[in-house]
C-alpha cells in the first residue's frame, strides 16, 4: 500500500499571487455580475459613512438647539439612507452566493476533465483519498472563502479608505493621532500572517495525507485482517491523526491571534483620541458633534482591520486549497496519440512484444528484454513469482504505461500507432 511524505510544517505557500491570479481568472467569468456587486459594496459603504457623518448636524444643529422637528425629519433622512445601505446588502449577498457556486462548479468540472485525462501512474503515486480530498474539503474551503470573505474584503478595504479621508476631512489631528497605533498594528499583522500561512499550507496537506490513508486503509480490509495488522494500523493512523491536530491547532491558533490583538490595539487609539478630542474641545473649540463623528469613525476605522484579521485565516485556508487543486490541474496529462494512428478494428490476431523494456522508476528495471509472441485464437499463462512483472506485462497491453524501448503489436500493428480512444 502506497504512503504519502509527512508533510514539513515549514512549508509556506509557493504561488500564492499565482494561485490568487488563477482563482480571479475564474471568478471572471462572471464580470457582469461582479461589476453589480461592486456597485451595491459602493452603495453599502457609502450609506454606512454618511449615516455616520450625519450625527454632526444631527448633534450641532437639532440636538444642542433642541429643534426637534428638524430633528424628526433629519432622522427620517437617515432612516432612508441605512435602509438603501440594507437592500444593497442584501442584493450583493444574493449575487455573491451565486458567483460562489458557479466558480466552484465551473473548477469541480476542470477537475474532473483533467483527472480523466491523466495517465495511470499519477493514480499509482498518489494516494486515492489524497485525490478526493482535493474535490471536497479544498473545494469547500474556496467556496466558504467567496461566499463569506470576498465581498468582505472589498468592502473592509474600501470602508477603511472611505473612513480615512473623512476623519482627515474633520480633525487631521485627530487623524495623527489615530494612526500611532497603526505601525504596531502592521507590525503584528506581518508577523502573524507569516506563521499562520505556514500552518495552513500544513494542515490542507495533512488534511489530504489522512484522507489517503483512510482510504487505502478501507480498501484493504482484508490484507489488513488476514495479516493481523489491526494494531499496527491503529498506530500509524493515530501518528497522522496527531499530526493534523497539531497542525490545524497551530494554524487555528496563529490566525485567531489577530482579532483579539487588533481589537485591543483599536481600544488603545480610541483612549488616545478621547483624550485629544477632549483638549480640542476645551482650548481650540472643536465642535461636540465633530468629536462625537470622528469618535464613531475611529470605531469603524478598527472594524475593517478588524474584519480583514478575521477572514484571513478563510482565505489562507482557502488560498491552500486552491494551490493544490491547480497542482493536480498542472500535472502532464496522458501523451497525445501520434499524427499517423490507426482505429484498431481486429480484436482477435497476433499479439507480440520484441525486446521491450521497462521500469516504473530509474535504476529499478521491470520487464528486460521481453519477446513474446501469442498467436491468433491462443491462450497462454504468465507464471512466475512475486515481482516477476506479469501485471506489469498485461498493463503494457492497454497502454497503461509506455515502455522504454522495444516494440508491443497487435494485429501486426505497433500499439503506438493505434488509437487510444475507442472510435465513435
Same mark, same amino acid.
Given at each position: 500500500?502506497?504512503?504519502?511524505?509527512?508533510?514539513?510544517?515549514?512549508?509556506?505557500?509557493?504561488?500564492?499571487?499565482?494561485?490568487?491570479?488563477?482563482?480571479?481568472?475564474?471568478?471572471?467569468?462572471?464580470?457582469?455580475?461582479? +461589476?453589480? +456587486?461592486?456597485?451595491?459594496?459602493?452603495?453599502?459603504?457609502?450609506?454606512? !459613512?454618511?449615516?455616520?457623518?450625519?450625527?454632526?448636524?444631527?448633534?450641532?444643529?437639532?440636538?444642542?438647539?433642541?429643534?426637534?422637528?428638524?430633528?424628526?425629519?433629519?432622522?427620517? %433622512?437617515?432612516?432612508?439612507?441605512?435602509?438603501?445601505?440594507? =437592500?444593497?446588502?442584501?442584493?450583493?449577498?444574493?449575487?455573491?452566493?451565486?458567483?460562489?457556486?458557479?466558480?466552484?462548479?465551473?473548477?469541480?468540472?476542470?477537475?474532473?476533465?483533467?483527472?480523466?485525462?491523466?495517465?495511470?501512474? @499519477?493514480?499509482?503515486?498518489?494516494?486515492?483519498?489524497?485525490? $478526493?480530498?482535493?474535490?471536497?474539503?479544498?473545494?469547500?474551503?474556496?467556496?466558504?472563502?467567496?461566499?463569506?470573505?470576498?465581498?468582505?474584503?472589498?468592502? &473592509?478595504?474600501?470602508?477603511?479608505?472611505?473612513?480615512?479621508? !473623512?476623519? %482627515?476631512?474633520? &480633525?487631521?489631528?485627530?487623524?495623527?493621532?489615530?494612526?500611532?497605533?497603526?505601525?504596531?498594528?502592521? !507590525?503584528?499583522?506581518?508577523?502573524?500572517?507569516? #506563521?499562520?500561512?505556514?500552518?495552513?499550507?500544513?494542515?490542507?496537506?495533512?488534511?489530504?495525507?489522512?484522507?489517503?490513508?483512510?482510504?487505502? $486503509?478501507?480498501?484493504?480490509?482484508?490484507?489488513?485482517?488476514?495479516?493481523?495488522?489491526? /494494531?499496527?494500523?491503529?498506530?500509524?493512523?493515530?501518528?497522522?491523526?496527531?499530526?493534523?491536530? @497539531?497542525?490545524?491547532?497551530?494554524?487555528?491558533?496563529?490566525?485567531?491571534?489577530?482579532?483579539?490583538? $487588533?481589537?485591543?490595539?483599536?481600544?488603545?487609539?480610541?483612549?488616545?483620541?478621547?483624550?485629544?478630542?477632549?483638549?480640542?474641545?476645551?482650548?481650540?473649540?472643536?465642535? +461636540?458633534?465633530? !468629536?462625537?463623528?470622528?469618535?464613531?469613525?475611529?470605531?469603524?476605522?478598527?472594524?475593517?482591520?478588524?474584519?480583514?484579521?478575521? %477572514?484571513?485565516?478563510?482565505?489562507?485556508?482557502?488560498?491552500?486549497?486552491?494551490?493544490?487543486?491547480?497542482?493536480?490541474?498542472?500535472?502532464?496529462?496522458?501523451?497525445?496519440?501520434?499524427?499517423?494512428?490507426?482505429?484498431?478494428?481486429?480484436?482477435?490476431?497476433?499479439?507480440? $512484444?520484441?525486446? =521491450?523494456?521497462?521500469?516504473?522508476?530509474?535504476? #529499478? /528495471?521491470?520487464?528486460?528484454? +521481453?519477446?513474446?509472441?501469442?498467436?491468433?485464437?491462443?491462450?497462454?499463462?504468465?507464471?512466475?513469482?512475486?515481482?516477476?512483472? *506479469?501485471?506489469?506485462?498485461?498493463?503494457?497491453?492497454?497502454?497503461? @504505461?509506455?515502455?522504454?524501448?522495444?516494440?508491443?503489436?497487435?494485429?501486426?500493428?505497433?500499439?503506438?500507432?493505434?488509437?487510444?480512444? *475507442?472510435?465513435?
Amino acid at each position: 500500500m502506497k504512503r504519502s511524505e509527512t508533510s514539513d510544517t515549514s512549508v509556506k505557500p509557493r504561488e500564492t499571487q499565482r494561485t490568487l491570479g488563477r482563482l480571479i481568472a475564474y471568478l471572471a467569468s462572471d464580470r457582469p455580475m461582479l +461589476i453589480v +456587486i461592486f456597485v451595491m459594496i459602493l452603495i453599502s459603504i457609502g450609506a454606512d !459613512l454618511a449615516g455616520s457623518y450625519m450625527l454632526r448636524p444631527i448633534i450641532n444643529g437639532y440636538i444642542i438647539p433642541g429643534n426637534i422637528p428638524g430633528l424628526v425629519r433629519i432622522l427620517t %433622512i437617515l432612516g432612508i439612507i441605512y435602509l438603501g445601505g440594507v =437592500v444593497a446588502v442584501f442584493i450583493r449577498s444574493i449575487l455573491l452566493n451565486r458567483i460562489a457556486q458557479r466558480t466552484v462548479h465551473r473548477m469541480r468540472t476542470d477537475l474532473f476533465t483533467k483527472m480523466e485525462a491523466l495517465p495511470i501512474n @499519477y493514480f499509482d503515486q498518489h494516494p486515492y483519498g489524497d485525490t $478526493m480530498s482535493r474535490y471536497t474539503n479544498d473545494i469547500d474551503r474556496i467556496s466558504e472563502a467567496l461566499t463569506d470573505s470576498l465581498s468582505d474584503l472589498f468592502t &473592509s478595504t474600501l470602508t477603511l479608505v472611505g473612513i480615512f479621508c !473623512l476623519m %482627515i476631512f474633520i &480633525s487631521p489631528i485627530l487623524t495623527l493621532v489615530a494612526l500611532i497605533t497603526v505601525p504596531l498594528m502592521m !507590525l503584528t499583522a506581518r508577523r502573524i500572517v507569516k #506563521k499562520s500561512s505556514r500552518y495552513f499550507r500544513a494542515q490542507q496537506e495533512s488534511i489530504g495525507e489522512l484522507n489517503g490513508y483512510i482510504e487505502e $486503509m478501507i480498501s484493504g480490509q482484508k490484507v489488513i485482517k488476514i495479516f493481523g495488522r489491526e /494494531q499496527k494500523i491503529e498506530e500509524d493512523f493515530e501518528i497522522r491523526n496527531l499530526d493534523l491536530r @497539531y497542525k490545524s491547532l497551530k494554524a487555528q491558533f496563529y490566525s485567531g491571534m489577530m482579532m483579539p490583538v $487588533m481589537k485591543n490595539l483599536n481600544t488603545l487609539t480610541y483612549v488616545f483620541i478621547t483624550i485629544a478630542g477632549g483638549l480640542l474641545a476645551l482650548y481650540r473649540g472643536f465642535d +461636540i458633534g465633530g !468629536l462625537a463623528t470622528f469618535l464613531q469613525y475611529s470605531r469603524q476605522f478598527g472594524r475593517p482591520i478588524n474584519e480583514l484579521a478575521g %477572514i484571513y485565516n478563510t482565505i489562507q485556508a482557502a488560498l491552500a486549497g486552491a494551490e493544490r487543486i491547480f497542482q493536480l490541474m498542472d500535472e502532464e496529462p496522458e501523451p497525445a496519440d501520434a499524427p499517423d494512428v490507426v482505429a484498431l478494428n481486429c480484436m482477435e490476431g497476433e499479439v507480440s $512484444m520484441k525486446h =521491450v523494456y521497462f521500469s516504473y522508476e530509474p535504476g #529499478k /528495471q521491470i520487464l528486460k528484454d +521481453i519477446n513474446l509472441s501469442i498467436p491468433a485464437g491462443k491462450k497462454i499463462a504468465l507464471v512466475g513469482t512475486t515481482g516477476a512483472g *506479469k501485471t506489469t506485462i498485461l498493463n503494457m497491453l492497454p497502454r497503461f @504505461y509506455d515502455i522504454e524501448s522495444g516494440d508491443i503489436t497487435i494485429c501486426h500493428h505497433s500499439l503506438y500507432q493505434i488509437k487510444r480512444k *475507442k472510435p465513435p
